[in-house]
């Protein structure tokens, strides 16, 4: 599920703001970059088995290195994944229960609240 109409989607900033603004909502970074792309993935259990949400933030490099602080990266339109054990995540053709959507959209809010400050 793709996140278009919050707003985030083609924004840009520096990584370490990015970075800060990201952490400080519940983001977790855990070292998913490559030089020109980086995540920022928000987990959420469920009671499903062997079933667990990601919320992710993805970005990458229009100037500069990532994990530079000063690199300029651009985001894309956040995506809500289901984590199937151990098969992967499944982004499309997913039913989602409304308190994840939910919660996503709360966490998306308050990363743009971060990212505007």
């Known amino acids: 599920m793709k996140f278009e109409s919050i707003g985030l989607g083609d924004k840009e900033f520096k990584f370490s703001t990015l970075q800060h603004a990201a952490e400080s909502a ?3 970074h855990a070292g998913q970059w490559d ?10 259990a469920s009671t499903e088995h062997n079933v667990t949400y990601f919320l992710r933030v993805h970005a ?3 100037e500069g290195d990532i994990p530079s602080p000063d690199a300029k990266v651009k ?3 956040p995506i809500l994944g289901k984590h199937y054990y ?3 995540v499944e982004y499309e053709n997913e039913e989602f229960p409304n308190t994840i959507v939910t919660k ?3 966490k998306l809010e308050l ?3 971060k990212l505007d400050q």
């Open 26 to 28: 519940g983001f977790i």
């Open 35 to 44: 030089y020109e792309r980086v995540t920022f993935d928000y987990k959420m």
């Open 60 to 62: 990458y490099a229009i």
């Open 75 to 77: 985001l894309l339109d």
């Open 86 to 88: 151990p098969h992967g």
């Open 104 to 106: 996503s959209k709360q």
């Open 111 to 113: 990363l743009k609240e």
